[in-house]
């Protein structure tokens, strides 16, 4: 029998390259997820490297051709008989365990069933009751009088007022969007809340980072602050016309509509710095500001974009709640600036100013042209010259100062031009967050500040499920075991191995006492020098396709230990990125981007972790298998990080993840997959109501609402 498209295996008809292995991504059904089929290729950038073709012989040619032919006479033999398959069943032939497993809905649910969290019940939880008619009731449509709770100003900044707070720290001035400070930066709403049988996520935790999770967040009261919902000639962007609104008036009693477009965002971060200057310090470890009061860390956000990047409204409004609240209403912690790549090499913007204030103003829109930084691949060249000698192995062909295996050399260049940072977040412009930018980010990392170093890089390597694992403290423990079962030792300070010369580690990164002898104290208050937000594994122990691609360190001895978190999306110290930079300029040695940095933090000892923050799923997985499929596969071409990457198509977040953009575009009211939309919300529960998610990657935003 011929196999069908889904069977069959195109990798068998290629070429055979030793050095190099695309990594096949078949995608889910679409008549049955909404997900596109196809086959897709890896790639963390903007930019989808070429396919660069080796010379073959003619006889070689001629087998290619043949089998290519051959390929596609299966393919079409497999349509057709896909084709009388689905004649004849209703349900189209599922190709991945995980598309079996029953989808899931409660995500949809809307302001109209938000209940007290003492009265949510999860939706997995209500499918296990045994039939239909004892599940938990939902409002049949949304009632004129909107939602049943009210909205609520959501402050995450309380502690500034507190006097416990202000007998240690310098107290926080007020800043404004305005040079005259009469326009305060507005406040967001969230309601008290969660929509009857939400789905509840499968990966992290809300209780183990401390982010709240006894609210959710919709459209208008997260966003119209920044202008959602009211139009442009009063400053704000629209896009709600067509929008289910019931109850978001409600918004608009105390919080003024802002004329967006009059604001310069680098002087309303300059001047809030300016104000609240004696709070920060470089090094807030061990110095005291000029009042003897404890220091804050100043944190630079850095947005990655480049030339001919299309500045949606969407991303207008997630770019404004990101400088309003780690900047302007946290009293200057964070700068928010924007890297933007000119991809163009011939445009001379490093010699001639007009030239660079022209690229500039022609590629970012106004409010941001003060805070943008724009760098080159030829500045990259020139800043970190080759040659980065004795390759391992460059699967994309790319050369190290290209953007597609240089993207890390810029943030540490930025880092050095801007010395001024204790902390420097590395940010995709495809990222979004539901709920409130500064508390995810102070939470996260005093989470990662209380984490000890012991097991620290072994938990990195998994994914936690708190329905599975159940507490922090009780994963800890099983991972604790685990290890101690593993012939593997764990890591533990710097690693030793075989080089061809390294830079000395820092003497703070040396253990203060033998592995067993340590009690889970060992950096319990040290700040993380490296977090990320999917797993730091191994990649040699996955078939993951630039597991390999390392430069810099001879060829005589094995290849260096290395750690990878994919996606490069990460908050890293200064510390750590003057360690990589040195490793770079004096010692010409590199990785993969999304290995070179976390690389760095094991090589010289550094603390690094991954954060688990709460992850959803389209599908109903059972946990056991979950955690199998995600924390245990039995060969290394069954990891999620490999060729088993399929299975994170069903999450909100993974560098290829089908489901972010869906659910987002759906929170937006549009439609999708032809669901959703006003009409749906107008007679179903009202517009979606989400619990903080951050969700990656949302490529585009805009949609239809009909």
């Given amino acids: 029998m011929l196999p069908s498209i889904s069977q069959l295996d195109l990798r068998r008809y290629l070429p055979s390259q030793d050095k190099f292995q695309y990594q096949l991504l078949p995608i889910a059904d679409s008549k049955k997820n909404g997900y596109p089929?196809?086959?897709?290729?890896?790639?963390?950038?903007?930019?989808?490297?070429?396919?660069?073709?080796?010379?073959?012989?003619?006889?070689?040619?001629?087998?290619?051709?043949?089998?290519?032919?051959?390929?596609?006479?299966?393919?079409?033999?497999?349509?057709?008989?896909?084709?009388?398959?689905?004649?004849?069943?209703?349900?189209?032939?599922?190709?991945?365990?995980?598309?079996?497993?029953?989808?899931?809905?409660?995500?949809?649910?809307g302001v109209a069933s938000i209940v007290d969290t003492s009265d949510w019940v999860p939706q997995q939880e209500d499918l296990l009751q045994p039939n239909a008619s004892m599940r938990t009731e939902l409002p049949k449509k949304l009632k004129t009088t909107g939602p049943p709770i009210e909205p609520i100003v959501y402050n995450p900044y309380a502690e500034f007022s507190s006097a416990k707070y202000l007998e240690d720290h310098d107290a926080v001035q007020t800043c404004y969007l305005d040079d005259g400070d009469s326009v305060?930066?507005?406040?967001?709403?969230?309601?008290?809340?969660?929509?009857?049988?939400?789905?509840?996520?499968?990966?992290?935790?809300?209780?183990?980072?401390?982010?709240?999770?006894?609210?959710?967040?919709?459209?208008?009261?997260?966003?119209?602050?920044?202008?959602?919902?009211?139009?442009?000639?009063?400053?704000?962007?629209?896009?709600?016309?067509?929008?289910?609104?019931?109850?978001?008036?409600?918004?608009?009693?105390?919080?003024?509509?802002?004329?967006?477009?009059?604001v310069n965002w680098a002087t309303a971060q300059q001047r809030c710095y300016e104000k609240n200057k004696n709070r920060f310090a470089k090094n807030s470890t061990s110095e005291k500001s000029s009042t003897g009061t404890k220091k804050i860390s100043r944190q630079a956000y850095i947005l990655r974009s480049y030339t001919g990047y299309k500045y949606d409204d969407h991303q207008l409004l997630t770019m404004r709640a990101m400088i309003t609240e780690l900047s302007l209403k946290s009293g200057g912690e964070y700068d928010v600036h924007l890297l933007v790549q000119v991809k163009d090499d011939s445009i001379p913007i490093w010699t001639d100013k007009e030239v660079y204030r022209k690229t500039l103003e022609e590629n970012v829109p106004?409010?941001?042209?003060?805070?943008?930084?724009?760098?080159?691949?030829?500045?990259?060249?020139?800043?970190?010259?080759?040659?980065?000698?004795?390759?391992?192995?460059?699967?994309?062909?790319?050369?190290?100062?290209?953007?597609?295996?240089?993207?890390?050399?810029?943030?540490?260049?930025?880092?050095?031009?801007h010395p001024e940072y204790?902390?420097?977040?590395?940010?995709?412009?495809?990222?979004?967050?539901?709920?409130?930018?500064?508390?995810?980010?102070?939470?996260?990392?005093?989470?990662?500040?209380?984490q000890p170093r012991k097991g620290l890089w072994e938990r990195n390597s998994r994914y936690y499920m708190e329905d599975y694992h159940g507490s922090w403290a009780n994963f800890t423990k099983t991972v604790e075991k685990e290890t101690l079962d593993n012939p593997t030792p764990p890591v533990w300070g710097p690693v030793q191995f075989p080089n061809n010369g390294m830079l000395e580690s820092p003497a703070s990164n040396t253990p203060p006492r033998e592995y067993l002898d340590d009690n889970y104290e060992w950096g319990v208050g040290e700040e993380a020098d490296y977090l990320s937000f999917n797993p730091i594994f191994d990649p040699s122990k996955t078939n993951w396709v630039f597991r390999n691609d390392v430069d810099g360190y001879s060829r005589t001895h094995p290849i260096p230990p290395r750690r990878i978190a994919i996606i490069t999306v990460a908050r890293i110290s200064k510390r750590l990125l003057d360690m990589a930079h040195q490793e770079t300029y004096k010692m010409r040695h590199t990785m993969f981007p999304e290995m070179w940095p976390p690389t760095i933090a094991l090589h010289h000892g550094f603390k690094a972790a991954y954060v688990p923050h709460p992850t959803y799923f389209n599908h109903n997985w059972p946990l056991e298998y979950m955690d199998q499929i995600f924390n245990h596969p039995r060969v290394p071409t069954d990891s999620v990080f490999g060729w088993g990457e399929h299975n994170q198509l069903d999450s909100s977040f993974y560098y290829h993840a089908q489901f972010s953009g869906s659910l987002w575009r759906r929170w937006f009211g549009y439609r999708e997959n032809n669901e959703g939309g006003t009409w749906h919300e107008l007679t179903k529960t009202g517009r979606m109501c989400l619990r903080a998610t951050l969700f990656h990657p949302i490529k585009y935003e805009r949609g239809s609402t009909e």
């Avoid at 902390?423 to 995810?440: C, I, K, T, V």
């Fill in 422 to 450: 204790d902390f420097y977040w590395n940010w995709e412009m495809d990222l979004r967050y539901s709920g409130h930018y500064y508390e995810f980010n102070k939470q996260i990392g005093e989470w990662a500040k209380q």
């Fill in 37 to 109: 089929f196809g086959i897709r290729w890896r790639s963390p950038s903007p930019d989808r490297f070429p396919l660069r073709l080796r010379r073959m012989s003619i006889a070689r040619f001629l087998f290619i051709l043949a089998a290519t032919i051959l390929g596609v006479g299966l393919m079409v033999a497999g349509g057709l008989r896909r084709r009388t398959h689905h004649t004849t069943e209703s349900e189209p032939e599922s190709q991945y365990a995980w598309q079996k497993f029953q989808k899931l809905d409660g995500f949809f649910n």
């Fill in 184 to 262: 305060l930066p507005p406040d967001v709403y969230a309601y008290p809340g969660i929509p009857q049988n939400m789905t509840k996520h499968f990966m992290g935790s809300y209780k183990a980072l401390n982010i709240r999770d006894d609210v959710c967040w919709e459209r208008f009261g997260r966003l119209g602050p920044y202008g959602y919902g009211y139009d442009k000639d009063e400053g704000g962007v629209g896009l709600a016309e067509k929008s289910e609104k019931v109850g978001s008036n409600k918004i608009w009693a105390s919080q003024k509509r802002i004329d967006w477009r009059k």
């Fill in 366 to 417: 106004e409010e941001f042209w003060g805070i943008t930084t724009l760098w080159s691949e030829e500045l990259m060249r020139l800043y970190y010259p080759g040659p980065f000698p004795e390759n391992f192995e460059n699967p994309s062909g790319q050369p190290n100062h290209g953007v597609y295996r240089g993207a890390h050399f810029p943030l540490f260049w930025f880092s050095q031009q």
